[in-house]
């Protein structure tokens, strides 16, 4: 009896990708982000209600700030919502950077006993971070109604403007996890180049507030279009979709090649870890 011959070739494109395997392996994604909520508010006073403190805290700082002492323009709206609305948003966006980018290492243990998909560790962070924005999102109603503004229509495109937002914060979280694996001094400098990414970002003021002259280097950064779309959405502020399709088209540059980066550096991570 001939004996049959099998032939085994790496998959390419999308095939290499094995995003299916996330799906086989769900109830150890849930798992880790149950587990990274509770280690986040163990033993802690206050508990969960530090996902609203935070961004009530950065509201007073900023709003000082840039508000009372800068006095850049708000286009006629309380200088507090201007501050939320983008801290709320900023705040998503560096946890999940943050907790992606760490967390490879601090899950080294199980990287190096156990196979399972470890895009999983990355996009676990998601959860966790959208839990926090949620709770957020719910002191940002009483204070919009304490200022005497109400959302249009507009409100129901909020969820798009998150999307793009987690896109980004993914795609650059899958950067900075894949390279701190091999080099570890990138999850000691991540929050500064976080840090840094605040002040070129419109978080604490409009674009309008800038010089005309540069306000296309700020539109370069795909945040600054999802923080504007957010701000639409909630406050009625204006924005061109144009600038968000440009930011959609960058985010999707910055996750697709993020993606493909992680997965080939995915099988090293055990040895290098």
């Known amino acids: 009896?001939?004996?049959?011959?099998?032939?085994?070739?790496?998959?390419?494109?999308?095939?290499?990708?094995?995003?299916?395997?996330?799906?086989?392996?769900?109830?150890?994604?849930?798992?880790?982000?149950?587990?990274?909520?509770?280690?986040?508010?163990?033993?802690?006073?206050?508990?969960?209600?530090?996902?609203?403190?935070?961004?009530?805290?950065?509201?007073?700082?900023?709003?000082?700030?840039?508000?009372?002492?800068?006095?850049?323009?708000?286009?006629?709206?309380?200088?507090?919502?201007?501050?939320?609305?983008?801290?709320?948003f900023w705040t998503y966006f560096s946890e999940i950077v943050n907790g992606a980018g760490n967390g490879m290492i601090t899950n080294s243990n199980l990287i190096s006993k156990i196979y399972f998909p470890r895009l999983i560790i990355p996009l676990s962070v998601v959860l966790r971070a959208l839990l926090d924005f949620g709770i957020a999102l719910l002191i940002f109603i009483p204070v919009m109604f304490y200022y005497k503004i109400c959302p249009s229509l507009a409100v129901f495109a909020l969820p798009?403007?998150?999307l793009l937002v987690t896109i980004i914060a993914v795609g650059v979280g899958l950067w900075a996890a894949a390279i701190s694996v091999k080099y570890r001094d990138v999850a000691k400098i991540l929050p500064y180049f976080i840090q840094l990414g605040f002040f070129v970002t419109p978080v604490a003021f409009l674009n309008v507030a800038l010089p005309l002259n540069c306000q296309w280097i700020f539109n370069l950064n795909p945040l600054s279009g999802a923080i504007s779309g957010f701000r639409w959405a909630l406050l009625g502020t204006s924005f061109s979709w144009g600038d968000i399709g440009f930011s959609f088209l960058i985010s999707l540059i910055i996750f697709v090649s993020g993606l493909f980066y992680f997965k080939c550096l995915e099988r090293s991570f055990a040895d290098l870890i």
Do not use: C, H
Request: no cysteine; glycine share 6%.
């Open 1 to 88: 009896m001939p004996i049959k011959k099998m032939v085994l070739k790496p998959t390419k494109g999308l095939a290499s990708l094995k995003l299916a395997e996330l799906w086989k392996y769900r109830e150890l994604f849930y798992f880790l982000a149950w587990r990274d909520i509770i280690v986040r508010y163990k033993q802690t006073a206050l508990g969960i209600a530090w996902a609203v403190i935070n961004p009530l805290l950065q509201m007073v700082i900023w709003t000082f700030i840039f508000g009372k002492v800068a006095k850049l323009p708000s286009a006629g709206l309380p200088y507090a919502l201007i501050t939320l609305s983008g801290t709320l």
């Open 160 to 162: 798009v403007f998150v």
